[in-house]
């Protein structure tokens, strides 16, 4: 068994839900999320390993292979990819039902959104001001590169996460240097190893 | 609200209304992609409510600000015309169609995961759901190239984060300070220090 696969059924196996009614789940997805939102970086793929680490192993809402699912989910789904918080919220509520699961949704992406519109609005009121100001300048620069190590990091993690056989991982590299090096939609890359997934050629 | 000092060219500024079926028009354009392709498009040129220049200051303000870059950018179109009510209505007119469809997608997926058929084909999207993953720090790296200090801020941070498991705000609040220092800009600005900011 490799190594990846021995550390996500250690988290699966050690990861115990608290014991919460149906309005404490909610709050506790809401106070989670309002509480990052302020530092969704580089447009917000930088919250992808936090949103790992809170709803596989603190908090178990979901099974690793679960948070994979939604990644592509919500990779594949048009619009911003950053709504994957909303999925993330239903699977926190999926357990009390689906009601529940959709207003754990809509919480969990109001909560992620609300704190960086409110700083957002004010910056563009400011703006004129903030524009020349050094504190602009060196945080552009000063983040930029932590920002490129985090990115980094977020996509071993996913990798680690999809936990694929070793054709997986052919086709995850093959699909990054695709990326890269051509502006083919990347639908069509999914499609393409959908169809190798369904005919078995990549399994977990 | 006071009319910005607009040219000629720009249209009369939009009420919340406006904003909203803007957004909404932007939304459904970009199924499949372009977003801040489309909304230039209909922003700029169709409905003329801004001038390019203050459309791509918008984008700047959008990517330096927390926030996913394009739903920043619906909140700077919101804002620049109506304040706080037009953020929140451009924001409402571009979630409204994904994220309704996404609910859609995300309650069929609970309810059929474990089916193995569609486990199958889930388990090779996913392998490529993570090479696009694997590709996001790659796209911005050329930034960076010719900056030796960056490219060991980004070092530190990626094994800080992948072997050390150190958690993403704890690092933010510790490495951020650090290299905004480094990266305060040196060369000292003529005249007495203006109002900064906060």
Redesign the interface.
Known sequence: MPPLLLVAAAEAASCVPMRLNDLGHLLQVMGTFLGLSLFSLGGGNTLLAEYHHLSVVEYCWLRPSQFADLYALAEAAPGPSSMIVGLLGMGAGWPEGPGWALLSAYGAEIAILLPSTLLMVVACLSWNRLRESPWRVAFERGLGPITLGILFAVGVKILQTADTNAPGVVVSLLVCVLMLRTRISPLWFMAVAGGLGAFGLINR | MTDPPAPAATAAPPGLGQLFTGMLMV?LS????G?SAWSQRIIVEQRRWMSNEEFL??LT????????????MA??VG??FR??PG??AA?AGM?L???T???G???L??QF?SLP?LD??????????????????????D??RK?P???L??????VL??FFHV???P??LV??P????????RRS?PGPP?????
């Open positions: 939304a970009a199924f499949g992609g977003l200051t918008g303000v959008a990517r330096l600000f927390p926030g996913p870059n394009q739903i920043n909140v700077y804002t620049f304040g706080l953020a929140l924001l979630l169609v994904p994220f469809l996404l609910m997608i995300g309650l997926y609970f995961h058929a199958r084909v889930l388990a090779g999207v996913v392998a490529a759901a993570a090479g696009m993953a694997l590709s996001m720090g790659f796209k911005i790296l930034e960076y900056d200090v960056a490219l801020l980004a070092a530190v941070t990626f984060m992948t958690r993403l705000v690092l933010v490495a951020g650090l290299a905004m220092a480094w990266y305060w800009p600005q203006a109002g900064e900011p906060r």
